[in-house]
């Protein structure tokens, strides 16, 4: 066990055993784990955990890194099952999708046990590069249930709601604010001549206003992605790296504090440090120990405490 620290590159053989909620969180909340995610779902103990929020391979192609790996049917019914006996009742289930592979993961998990419950968009401010065709600015949430467990936080401010059915770019107020600059630089160029500084500071002003009132959340919901955050382009630590922001939302809407939050796909862990966050236990798995390493660095950054497992550590 260490904390701060990556793993051995070597992968044992994993032990026949299941973890009980006192022994993984005997010093820390936090848990990295390397190793499989189908294997480690097998291993958790029944009812070990309130919610499992996770960003399976999609089996797309990607003009920047390839094809992304594709589960077969029989895999995913397999996880499916694994997850819901590891959940306790009245738990839910968010998988983010993409067609083709939705279809796939909607049948698999319903022939697992899994309710449907919603389906979530979330729209992008900047698209995934194709090769040819259409640039992709969405993806899909799924959101399904053992039980029949209940949302949390439903609300957001009025401007987190409803701003997404305009296409300004996202639903905070840094990222609206981030769209009026944009505007701004636009006028620079002799485009926008109808918008003058004037009013949109009056704008900025008006939209911080609206922060006060809170509505019921819609099933549209727009966040910036991770390279134009804060209305800044950086780089990504992972390709399919979601924002913390997004994966906040998700972990207040399906879970109450002190609650146990699972990532079988973890990647760089932004699942775990929005529920370390937000005062959430978490576990999450992932495979590849540099994608690992990547997120021990993360959580450093965030000033979150974890402990990580290695594979065939008892």
Not at 63 to 68: F, H, K, M, Q, S
Request: net charge positive.
């Amino acid at each position: 066990m260490s904390y701060g620290a990556t793993p051995s590159q070597s992968r044992g053989t994993l032990a026949p055993m299941c973890w009980t909620l006192e022994q993984l969180w005997s010093e820390t909340t936090t848990r990295l784990i390397l190793g499989d995610a189908l294997e480690w779902s097998q291993r958790l103990g029944a009812g070990s955990v309130d919610a499992i929020i996770t960003d399976p391979p999609y089996g797309l192609y990607t003009a920047i890194a390839g094809y992304d790996p594709k589960l077969s049917g029989e895999t995913i019914r397999a996880l499916g099952e694994a997850w819901l006996r590891v959940c306790r009742e009245n738990a839910w289930l968010a998988v983010f999708s993409r067609m083709p592979a939705l279809t796939l993961w909607d049948t698999e998990l319903r022939a697992a046990g899994w309710d449907f419950r919603e389906h979530i968009v979330w729209v992008k401010r900047s698209g995934n590069p194709t090769v040819r065709g259409m640039m992709r600015v969405h993806e899909s949430i799924l959101l399904y249930a053992k039980g029949r467990p209940q949302y949390h936080d439903l609300h957001a401010p009025w401007w987190d709601t409803q701003l997404p059915l305009v296409l300004c770019g996202g639903i905070d107020i840094k990222t609206v604010e981030a769209v009026i600059e944009e505007l701004h630089e636009y006028m620079a160029t002799g485009e926008w001549h109808k918008l003058n500084s004037t009013r949109i500071h009056s704008l900025k002003r008006y939209l911080r206003s609206l922060d006060r009132t809170r509505m019921r959340l819609t099933n549209l919901w727009s966040f910036l992605s991770v390279n134009r955050l804060d209305g800044k382009r950086r780089r990504r630590t992972h390709l399919f790296e979601k924002p913390l922001p997004l994966m906040e939302r998700l972990v207040r809407l399906l879970t109450a504090e002190s609650d146990t939050v699972f990532d079988p796909f973890m990647g760089t862990g932004t699942t775990l440090i929005a529920a370390a966050r937000l005062g959430r236990h978490a576990i999450g798995t992932e495979r590849e120990p540099t994608v690992l390493s990547l997120a021990c660095a993360k959580m450093d950054a965030y000033n979150v405490r974890y402990e990580v497992k290695s594979a065939g550590e008892s």
